[in-house]
């Protein structure tokens, strides 16, 4: 099990940037993969970006060239780098680990986009 802790969220002109933070309470080099999503209000939650322990990264289309995925084993710590971000950005971003057939989600940091 672990608990997963996201930061860095807050409000941002357009074409600024931002820095999601997401510690976990433990160790996650054994968490194969670890991934970054988002809800925007009235849509399903979607996925953004993804990267494993030998950090292997996924990155969706709509955020290609412009967020960058990366995560620090010794410090328990993933992070999503955001930039030139876009008004169609602003959701709620969350975390994500998987271990086994288990998943676990941080309660998720706000971004909004002004434009």
Known sequence: QV?????G???VQSGGSLRLSCAASRSIFS???MGWYRQAPGKQRELVATITTGGTT???DSVKGRFTISRDNAKNTVH???NTLKPEDTAVYYCKGAIGVNSYWGQGTQVTVSS
Do not use: A, D, K, T
């Open 9 to 11: 969220g807050g409000l």
């Open 58 to 60: 996924r990155i969706v």
């Open 3 to 7: 608990q997963l802790v996201e930061s």
């Open 80 to 82: 999503l780098q955001m």
């Open 31 to 33: 968490i194969y993969e």
